[in-house]
Nanobody
Framework: QVQVVESGGGLAQPGGSLRLSCTASGKFYTTHSIDSMGWYRQAPGNQRELVAIIGYYGNTNYADSVKGRFTISRDNAGNSAHLQMDSLKPEDTTVYYC?????????WGQGTQVTVSS
C-alpha cells in the first residue's frame, strides 16, 4: 500500500517563507517507478490547481502565480519532494496537497494548511 505523507505547513507572515516536504513510501517496485511528484493547492469552492511539479529527470513546471517565488526539488533517493516557498503572499493561503504519479496511478497526500497572514 502506498502512503504519501506531507509536512511543513503552518503560519507565515507576508514576505516570509515556508518549506513543505512530502515522502512517498510503500509498494513501489523501485523509486524509478515514481514518474513525478508535485504540489497542488485547493481553496474552498475552487478546483485543485497545480503549484509545481518535478519529473523523474528533474524537469520542473510551475504555476505562473508562483514562478520566481517557489522552488520544487526532489531528493536523490527519488521518493521525497520539497517545496520551498519564499516571498509568500496572503493569496497563497490554502491547503496544499502532495501528488505522486507512479506506475500509472495517482496518489495524494492528506493535505497541509498554509496560512499567510500578518
Amino acid at each position: 500500500q502506498v502512503q504519501v505523507v506531507e509536512s511543513g505547513g503552518g503560519l507565515a507572515q507576508p514576505g516570509g517563507s515556508l518549506r513543505l516536504s512530502c515522502t512517498a513510501s510503500g509498494k513501489f517496485y523501485t523509486t524509478h517507478s515514481i514518474d513525478s511528484m508535485g504540489w497542488y493547492r485547493q481553496a474552498p469552492g475552487n478546483q485543485r490547481e497545480l503549484v509545481a511539479i518535478i519529473g523523474y529527470y528533474g524537469n520542473t513546471n510551475y504555476a505562473d502565480s508562483v514562478k520566481g517565488r517557489f522552488t520544487i526539488s526532489r531528493d536523490n533517493a527519488g521518493n521525497s519532494a520539497h517545496l520551498q516557498m519564499d516571498s509568500l503572499k496572503p493569496e497563497d493561503t490554502t491547503v496544499y496537497y502532495c501528488h505522486v504519479f507512479a506506475g500509472g496511478v495517482n496518489y495524494w497526500g492528506q493535505g497541509t494548511q498554509v496560512t499567510v497572514s500578518s
